[in-house]
């Protein structure tokens, strides 16, 4: 009988062995799996930061030649700036000389015109 006895807790640990084995099987196939669906998961989020990556060099490229552009702008405004007040300066000086030369041309008619009127005496 003890034979029989230790021939079944054989089996029955024989079969709890099996069993266990068998859970651990699954539990490390299941694990595999999960490891290559999260490494898939990752390597997809790995390219989508990467466009991302690119994206954002692009926009700071587009950023720098913005910025350039606006410091160009800048300076021209300045340089347009400085060009109409020197407009304006030579247009008030031009006002000024023509005013001087009608001043002299005044002079001038009035001497000629003396010299005119003592010839004629």
Known sequence: MEYHHLLTEFNVGTAR???LNAKVRIRIEYCLSE???LESK???QVDLLKAKDVEIEN?????LLKEAEAAKV???ETTCSNLRD???GYKRLKE???KFQDAQMNIVNDKVA????RKLI
């Open 17 to 19: 062995q099996a069993c």
């Open 35 to 37: 490891r290559k669906r």
């Open 42 to 44: 990752c390597e997809s």
């Open 59 to 63: 926009l700071k490229a587009q950023l």
């Open 74 to 76: 800048h300076a021209l």
């Open 86 to 88: 020197q407009v304006l």
């Open 96 to 98: 000024q000389i023509e």
């Open 114 to 117: 003396k010299l005119d009127a």
